[in-house]
């Protein structure tokens, strides 16, 4: 009996790398949201909480 809470893997394809985008666990200097995001075709770190963004992890 599987439990509501359980997670799965899931492998995801993307044919288009425009569309990628990553969740990196580093805290948003905006914010200090404890995840982040980034953009794979623009190379831009974004927040899932707040507006901010930067072309570096840490800025």
Do not use: K, Q
């Not at 809470?5 to 790398?17: E, G, L, Q, S, Y």
């Not at 914010?31 to 707040?50: I, K």
């Amino acid at each position: 009996m599987e439990d509501n809470n359980t997670t799965t893997n899931c492998v995801i394809v993307v044919a288009d790398p425009a569309g990628l985008v990553l969740a990196i666990d580093t805290d948003c200097p905006g914010c200090g949201h404890w995840e982040r995001t980034l953009t794979a075709a623009t190379g831009l770190y974004g927040c899932t909480r707040c507006a901010h963004t930067s072309f570096e992890r840490d800025h």
